[in-house]
C-alpha cells in the first residue's frame, strides 16, 4: 500500500491487498496476483463478499440491510491465512481476514503524540513515558501492624505518651498521619497503630495480639512476649517497594485502577499519557426504532446502544451516535464534516438501493484500505481512508455481523491510536467440533468451561447467525474457526472481549450451548 505520508509501510502483499481493492492492481510478476484494473471499489461496490449473483436489497433483523450467504454462487477464494486478497466471479477483491485485522493495526503509523492528563481522567489510556518514583515507598520506616514500638529485647517498659501535642490521648501512642520526635530508649515500648511512623530507636513491632501488658504497683506497666521478638519484624523499611527514581511501569501500559493507585502513592498528580481516539458513530437505517417494541416493519436499534460503551471499553472517546437514517446527503454531510479519528457507520456497506456508503466515500475521494473481508459473519466490512490520520470503518448492518467487523477492523485501529499492546495470542481447545465455511474463517461466539479431559475449553454458542446477539451476550470470547472447520478438542485462536471473563451470564447453560441441529440464522 502506498501511503503519500508514510511511504509504503506494508510491503507488497499489503500493497497487493489495496491495489485489489481499489481495482489497480498489477502482476509485479508474482504468482497467484491479479491484474484486473478498473473502477475503485470493485463492481458492484460492496458487494456481499463479491458474489457473482445480484446484490442484496432485503431487510433482516437488526439492520435491513442484508448480508447474503453467497457461498453457492461465489468464485474461488483463498483461505483466511493466505497472504493475498481473494477475487470472486465480479472481480472485487476480498480480503483474508487476517491481512485485514494487520491492514487496520497498520493503516497509522502510531498514536498522536503525547500529553498530559490528571489521574482522574487517565484511566483506560496508556503511558507516553515510563513511570519512575518521585519518591521512596514508604517514604519512611512504618509499623505493617497494630501493636508496640519496642527498643532491644524484651520485656519493655511501656510508655504511654503520644506522638505529638495533636495525637487524641497519652494512652494513643503513635498513630498514622501523626509526626513524632519520640526517642525509645533501649528496654521500652510504644503503642503504635498501622502506617505509624517507626521511632528512632525501635528495633521492631510486637503486635498487639502478640504481646502481654501487666500492670506493676509503682503504676508503672511491663511489656512481655512469650518468644524473642526478631530485629526489624513487623516493620515496613524505607524504600521497601522502590527508591526515588526506580521505574516502575515502561511506556506503553495501560493504565488501569492499580496503576492509578501506584501513581499517587509514588507521587503523581498527573500523567504523561497517549490522548484517546475519538470516534464519531453514524447509525444508518430508516427502518431503526430508538425506542419502544417493533413495529410496522420497523425494528429497534441493537447497534447504537452497543457500540458506544464497547468503545470506550478498547480506549476510545465516543459520544452517543448519530441516527441519520438511509439519507445519502445527511451521510455526505457527517463525513465531510466530521473531525473524529475514527467514523464508523453501521449498514449500508452493500449495493442496494439505499446503501449510500460506497458512493459517498468515493464522491469524498476516500481510499479503500479493505472493501470486503473473508470472515463470517460480516464480511461487507470496509475500511477507508478519508484523510491523513483519520479514517471510516463501515460496519455490516446486521447485529453480531457488526461485532465481527468491529473486532476485525475497528479494534485494531483503535489499538493503534491508543498505543496499545496487543494481546498475546491465546488459544483454547474447543468443547465441541464447529463446522467452517468452505473458504472463509468463521467468528463464533464462545463460553468459557472446564472439561475433566482438556481443562479449560472455549463452549461454542448456537446462536451466532449475524442478526444475533443472543450468542454474543452470553460470550466471553470469539473462537476464529478456520476454513473448513474444528474439531472437538482442537486449540482455537481466541479474540477476548473487552470486559472480565464472567462479566455476562456466567457459565453456558445447556440451552445457550451450541447444538448443530439448532436454526442459526445463516453465516454470512
Known sequence: MTDGEHGDPFGDEFADALALV???ASTRGRSGTTDRPGASGGAPAGHAAGCAGPPPTGGAPGSGHVEEDCSATCGDARGAGSARPATRSSGHAVTPWRTARDLAERAVPGPVGPGT???ADALGRTLAAPLKALTDLPSFDTSAMDGWAVAG???WRVDRAAADDTGPGPDAGILAGHATTAVLPDGHALPIATGARIPTGATAVLRSEHGEVLELPDGRARLYAPRPV???QDIRPRGQECRCGDQLLPAGTLVTPAVLGLAAAAGYDELAVHPRPRVEVLVLGD???RDGLPEGGRIRDALGPMLVPWLRALGAEAASPRHLGDDAEALHEALAGSTADLVITTGGTASGPVDHVHPTLQRLGAELLVDGVA??????????RLAPRRHLVGLPGNPLAAVSGLLTLAEPLLRTLAARHPAAPYRVPLAAAVPGHPRDTRLVPVAYRDDDRHGLVAGPL???GPAMLRGIAAADAMAVIPSGGAERGTEVELLELPWPTGWSAGWPTPDTCYDP?????GTA
Do not use: C, I, K
Open 22 to 24: 481499489n481495482g489497480t
Open 117 to 119: 492528563a490528571e489521574l
Open 153 to 155: 529485647p524484651g520485656p
Open 230 to 232: 526478631p530485629p526489624g
Open 287 to 289: 427502518e431503526l426504532l
Open 375 to 384: 470472515v463470517r459473519p460480516g464480511h461487507p466490512m470496509l475500511l477507508a
Open 462 to 464: 448456537h446462536f451466532h
Open 517 to 521: 441441529a439448532a436454526p442459526t440464522g
